[in-house]
């Protein structure tokens, strides 16, 4: 694939078609929903579920011990080589670098490269794997920020909210995404913010642009190396993505993910929102 193949954790589909049937290699397709995984994927993925697998029904994400179980029943031990493709492949890689598993790859863009490049996909799921939970370390707070990290930034000036969300969610017309309007809570920005939405920063395939694209895009913004930064969305899904183009393709040095996001900050009563 074109693009920014100079992050060295950005692999290509001749690269998976070539490591799949390695025992020490998991693939893993990540989605908000299980319908494009059920009518085909790339031969011996597992689906992780960015909603019932990721995070729990009241939207914020699983702990430390349900992910190990997760990570055990997809046959993932410390020293496997992840690789992940699909919508929310970057969530998947970020989370994992997260909670200390270095040894990650990912497809950027869209999961029709396998097809395009002539690959046959699979409607077999794996069995899940038995064995207890994997044991993970405490989450690196220095990618993952947490919303006490985030009140602390609002009025730091060397500190940066980047909320990458569209236009319609940063001004407050939308909730979700789509619009829902069925369990929302508040819509608005943090105070501070500033507007990156993740269209700008994509392809049309989904796949993110180029260095040069991405640094002008940033900093005409005010995102800049010096400040450090935290992303947020609505999920985690699309700031993961613009915390890979800005700490590995760009190596930005202090880079994190408020991963609870917007379904934790809209949620609170207390938290302080503008519109």
């Known amino acids: 694939m074109d693009g920014p193949q100079k992050g060295s954790s950005l692999i290509s589909v001749d690269w998976i078609e070539e490591h799949r049937r390695d025992p020490a290699v998991r693939l893993v397709e990540v989605d908000v929903s299980p319908a494009a995984y059920e009518e085909g994927h790339i031969p011996g993925a597992v689906l992780w579920n960015a909603y019932t697998d990721l995070r729990g029904e009241d939207y914020l994400p699983v702990g430390r011990e349900e992910l190990g179980r997760l990570l055990s029943r ?10 992940f493709y699909g919508y929310g492949a970057a969530l998947g890689l970020w989370l994992m670098r997260a909670y200390g598993h270095e040894d990650v790859q990912m497809l950027d863009g869209s999961r029709e490269q396998w ?26 707070a220095a990618i993952l920020a947490s919303r006490g990290a985030v009140e602390a ?60 694209e991405l640094r002008d ?35 930005y040095p202090d880079v994190s993910v408020y991963y609870n996001s917007w379904v934790e ?7 302080p929102i503008d519109v």
């Open 153 to 212: 930034a609002i009025d730091d000036p060397e500190q940066l909210l980047v909320d990458v969300r569209s236009d319609l969610e940063f001004d407050g017309s939308r909730f979700w995404p789509s619009g829902a309007t069925e369990d929302t809570g508040r819509a608005g920005h943090i105070p501070g913010a500033v507007s990156v939405p993740i269209d700008l920063l994509r392809r049309e395939d989904g796949s993110l642009k180029g260095p040069e």
């Open 217 to 251: 895009i940033f900093e005409e913004r005010g995102v800049t190396p010096d400040r450090t930064l935290i992303l947020y969305c609505t999920i985690g899904n699309r700031a993961a993505q613009a915390w890979f183009g800005l700490s590995e393709l760009l190596g």
């Open 265 to 271: 900050w809209g949620k609170a009563a207390e938290t």
């Open 74 to 83: 997809s046959g993932i031990a410390p020293g496997t080589t992840l690789v």
């Open 115 to 140: 097809a395009e490049a002539g690959y046959e996909w699979s409607t077999e799921a794996p069995g899940e794997a038995a064995g207890p939970p994997v044991d993970l370390p405490t989450e690196d």
